[in-house]
């Protein structure tokens, strides 16, 4: 069995172990805020006793875009610093093998947002959930396909497929 330390990774594999981490951290950090203001009602009174009823498709959509934009940079600053440490092999072209590791895990990871898609649409048919709410679940769903596809290539590349 293959050991795992930093000298016998690639930068193919390192940048696909990278980017699953970044995906699998905004997720973790942006899904379960963003599920709860989902869920909640967002009216209530003021300390003062004046209703207020706060825009939860916009602050919803602020979350979104953060999280997108957050991804983005991790995504930057990882690479850039693999990149230096990886300096001989992050300038070389993608190769056949490299083709099809990317084709495979794509493969996979457009399996898996395809049953996901499904499953929201039958949830929201079949539970009736608000509109805002099954954006979310959709939303989760690519960012689990993204996760999938990273995680893929990366034990694609480990198994020399």
């Given at each position: 069995m293959k050991t795992l330390s930093l000298k016998h990774i690639s930068f193919r594999?390192?940048?696909?172990?990278?980017?699953?981490?970044?995906?699998?951290?905004?997720?973790?950090?942006?899904?379960?805020?963003?599920?709860?203001?989902?869920?909640?009602?967002?009216?209530?009174?003021?300390?003062?006793?004046?209703?207020?009823v706060?825009?939860?498709?916009?602050?919803?959509?602020?979350?979104?875009?953060?999280?997108?934009?957050?991804?983005?940079?991790?995504?930057?600053?990882?690479?850039?610093?693999?990149?230096?440490?990886?300096?001989?092999?992050a300038g070389e072209r993608a190769d056949e093998r490299d083709r099809m590791v990317n084709l495979k895990a794509g493969r996979v990871a457009y399996l898996v947002m395809v049953a996901g898609l499904c499953a929201v649409v039958w949830i929201l048919l079949a539970y009736n959930i608000s509109s805002i709410v099954a954006a979310q679940y959709a939303y989760m769903v690519l960012f689990a396909g993204e996760l999938i596809r990273y995680a893929a290539i990366f034990v694609y590349y480990r198994l020399s497929v």
């Open positions: 594999e390192m940048s696909a172990l990278g980017s699953a981490v970044a995906v699998a951290l905004v997720a973790y950090l942006y899904f379960p805020e963003a599920l709860m203001l989902a869920n909640s009602t967002l009216h209530g009174l003021l300390p003062n006793g004046n209703p207020y706060m825009d939860k498709a916009g602050m919803m959509m602020r979350y979104a875009v953060g999280s997108v934009i957050a991804l983005a940079v991790l995504q930057i600053i990882y690479h850039i610093v693999i990149a230096i440490l990886w300096r001989r092999e």
